[in-house]
């Protein structure tokens, strides 16, 4: 919810110029007829657009996640592409992140059902193993985009290495871990 709030703040001008824009002719004139609007009442209609303009942009603009935007930005600074291939790898980025954002509600609403454990963790390896293959061909596709100069600096500063797996994982034991327990001597 913050950064929806953070995201309409920072276009709430934006859409005020957009409000005002359509009805400031008509507030210009004075319209004080007795049948047709006040200004004081064009201005509130104004003001209200100017509001619900503003949540339109906001969730229009949100189809993309803050890292993903800051991944492509990335791509734009490091390799440095022309704007023609810059819009295509911006338009293959975004193609499957409806889909993306599917699967993630698709998780969120199956953790909450009441379906038994077994199921819901079959069905969340399916939705994890679908959310890894949207990513891997979306990447492979933007790596055919490129030049071989551009696929190494891409593949060294533009996607981060998996970290290495640490010795205390969440499926730790520490009782039959040979390294936290040091054989008696």
Same mark, same amino acid.
């Given at each position: 919810?913050?950064?929806?709030?953070?995201?309409?703040?920072?276009?709430?001008?934006?859409?005020?110029?957009?409000?005002?824009?359509?009805?400031?002719?008509?507030?210009?004139?004075?319209?004080?007829?007795?049948?047709?609007?006040?200004?004081?009442?064009?201005?509130?209609?104004?003001? !209200? !657009?100017?509001?619900?303009?503003?949540?339109?942009?906001?969730?229009?603009?949100?189809?993309?996640?803050?890292?993903?935007?800051?991944?492509?930005d990335k791509i734009r600074t490091e390799l440095q592409l022309p704007s023609a291939l810059q819009d295509?790898?911006?338009?293959?980025?975004?193609?499957?992140?409806?889909?993306?954002?599917?699967?993630?509600?698709?998780?969120?609403?199956?953790?909450?059902?009441?379906?038994?454990?077994?199921?819901?963790?079959?069905?969340?390896?399916?939705?994890?193993?679908?959310?890894?293959?949207?990513?891997?061909?979306?990447?492979?596709?933007?790596?055919?985009?490129?030049?071989?100069?551009?696929?190494?600096?891409?593949?060294?500063?533009?996607?981060?290495?998996?970290?290495?797996? !640490?010795?205390?994982?969440?499926?730790?034991?520490?009782?039959?871990?040979?390294?936290?327990?040091?054989?008696?001597?």
């Amino acid at each position: 919810m913050m950064p929806y709030i953070a995201h309409s703040i920072l276009l709430l001008p934006e859409a005020c110029n957009r409000a005002l824009w359509v009805l400031g002719p008509a507030l210009e004139n004075g319209a004080s007829d007795r049948f047709g609007p006040s200004p004081s009442r064009l201005l509130r209609v104004a003001l !209200l !657009l100017c509001f619900l303009t503003t949540g339109s942009l906001a969730s229009s603009a949100q189809n993309i996640q803050p890292t993903d935007s800051l991944f492509l930005d990335k791509i734009r600074t490091e390799l440095q592409l022309p704007s023609a291939l810059q819009d295509q790898i911006d338009s293959i980025y975004k193609m499957p992140i409806a889909r993306l954002q599917q699967i993630d509600k698709e998780m969120n609403r199956l953790a909450r059902t009441d379906i038994p454990q077994t199921e819901k963790d079959a069905r969340f390896v399916e939705l994890r193993a679908e959310k890894k293959a949207l990513k891997e061909d979306r990447d492979l596709s933007i790596l055919r985009l490129l030049t071989p100069e551009q696929q190494e600096i891409y593949s060294t500063k533009v996607v981060p290495a998996k970290p290495a797996v !640490l010795h205390m994982g969440s499926n730790h034991d520490r009782a039959s871990c040979t390294v936290c327990v040091k054989p008696q001597q």
